[in-house]
């Protein structure tokens, strides 16, 4: 038990200093914003829709081999 306290005091004390350091770093980055064209904003917008839509559609390709699957595995 005594060895398992001194890893999670260990762990603890890493994981603070670590914690402050990105605190630290994403408040100073946090600062500067640059100034983007309106023609790359609504290229990432466009972009974002189309990743949204590949995603779902992988999601539900995803699921319906899963319940093919399960459907396969009951009938047998």
Do not use: C, N, Y
């Amino acid at each position: 038990m005594k060895f398992l306290k001194k890893i999670a005091e260990a762990a603890k004390s890493i994981f603070q200093k670590t914690g402050a350091v990105l605190v630290s770093f994403f408040a100073v980055t946090g600062v500067a914003h640059a100034e983007l064209p309106t023609a790359v904003t609504t290229a990432i917008s466009g972009a974002e829709t189309d990743i949204t839509t590949a995603g779902g559609l992988i999601l539900a390709v995803v699921v319906g081999i899963a319940v093919i699957g399960w459907i396969r595995r009951v009938i047998r």
